[in-house]
């Protein structure tokens, strides 16, 4: 079975703190994404990855960069935080070796307040 | 402009009833949609697919219905279980990676 873990479940910052979400997920699967999830909005996809050192940006990319070194590990980096993204944060993954429309498979989120 | 729609936040039913959640969509050429089920403190899990080559999917107690021509599809659960209380998520694959899900919508089985 999938496992995409999240490397914290909750986590405390100060504004114009640089913060880092990390994500693993242990079944080799190509793509990575980020996700906020929130009251109302539902989810909004912040960047995604379709291999290592790739990147592309989602519908709500500003504010935030990721990295992708390895093909397993994707993380998502706030530059600078601010109280606007306090949020859920999840992170999925995805493989399109069975064909184009794979499920993705998700993390169980991190939940992130900025103060 | 939301291309995904569930207008309804949530939706309460009786234990053994059919719950049905709902959701809209803009664009015609979406073709691939699915349904992925949310429990607090955990991510949302894949629950089932359809294609717009078909216009039902059934999976046990869950089925999936696709009208095209109003785009519009809906999730049948009969009967409801207390565990099935959730949020639902609507989603579309428009290709290239990409995944447009809905807000969400809320379900309450009252046992």
């Known amino acids: 079975d999938v496992k995409v873990t999240q490397s914290s479940r909750y986590l405390v910052k100060r504004t114009g703190e640089k913060v880092f979400l990390e994500c693993v997920q242990d079944m080799d699967h190509e793509n990575m994404f980020w996700y906020r999830q929130d009251p109302g909005l539902g989810l909004r996809l912040i960047y995604f990855?379709?291999?290592?050192?790739?990147?592309e940006k989602g519908d709500i990319p500003e504010g935030y960069s990721v990295s992708r070194e390895k093909k397993e590990r994707f993380s998502l980096i706030l530059e600078s935080a601010s109280t606007n993204q306090t949020s859920m944060y999840l992170c999925?993954?995805?493989?399109?070796?069975?064909?184009?429309?794979?499920?993705?498979?998700f993390g169980d989120g991190t939940r992130l307040s900025i103060l | 402009d939301q291309q995904v729609k569930q207008n309804s936040p949530s939706l309460s039913v009786q234990e053994g009833r059919i719950s049905i959640l709902n959701c809209d969509y803009t664009?015609?050429?979406?073709?691939?949609f699915l349904w992925y089920k949310k429990y607090p403190a955990e991510g949302p899990t894949f629950l089932i697919s359809?294609?717009?080559?078909?216009d039902k999917n059934e999976d046990g107690r869950f089925t999936v219905f696709l009208n095209k021509s109003a785009k519009h599809l809906s999730l049948h659960i009969v009967p409801s279980q207390p565990g099935d209380s959730a949020v639902y998520f609507c989603a579309v694959n428009t290709g290239g990676f990409k995944t447009i899900f809905g807000a969400g919508t809320r379900l309450f089985v009252k046992a």
């Open positions: 664009n015609s050429m979406f073709d691939y």
């Open positions: 999925a993954s995805s493989t399109t070796r069975q064909g184009s429309n794979q499920p993705q498979h």
């Open positions: 359809i294609s717009s080559i078909k």
């Open positions: 990855s379709y291999d290592v050192k790739m990147k």
